[in-house]
Nanobody, 118 residues
Framework: QVQLVESGGGLVQPGGSLRLSCVVS???????????WGWYRQAPGKQRELVAV???????QSGDSVKGRFTISRDIAKTTVYLQMNSLKPEDTAVYYC?????????WGQGTQVTVSS
């Protein structure tokens, strides 16, 4: 059974940085590498949105609101997806999730809370 566990969130001041991790268990590195993965976030009262995508070929795409500030990456051997977040803003406050892209309903984890506040 595939499970995704996010970590690395916390409280940070505006302008600060965080690095989120998402360990994907129950999957081989080969299968991990041929899938595209994404980071998503959901702020209170808002719909979940796609933040960044990493394709199977290693190409990355970011949403307009985070472009130039957030970077998605992966470690195939560790079947782990990362999200480096720099220059954080209060509007980045949300619960962050990872999932395959396109997402699978049975892959959603608990997420990790990111709060940007002074």
């Amino acid at each position: 059974q595939v499970q995704l566990v996010e970590s690395g969130g916390g409280l940070v001041q505006p302008g600060g940085s965080l690095r989120l991790s998402c360990v994907v268990s129950g999957i081989s590195p080969i299968i991990f590498s041929i899938n595209a993965w994404g980071w998503y976030r959901q702020a209170p009262g808002k719909q979940r949105e796609l933040v960044a995508v990493l394709t199977s070929g290693g190409t990355t795409q970011s949403g307009d609101s985070v472009k130039g500030r957030f970077t998605i990456s992966r470690d195939i051997a560790k079947t782990t997806v990362y999200l480096q977040m720099n220059s954080l803003k209060p509007e980045d406050t949300a619960v962050y999730y990872c999932n395959r892209n396109p997402e699978r309903d049975d892959y959603w984890g608990q997420g990790t809370q990111v709060t940007v506040s002074s």
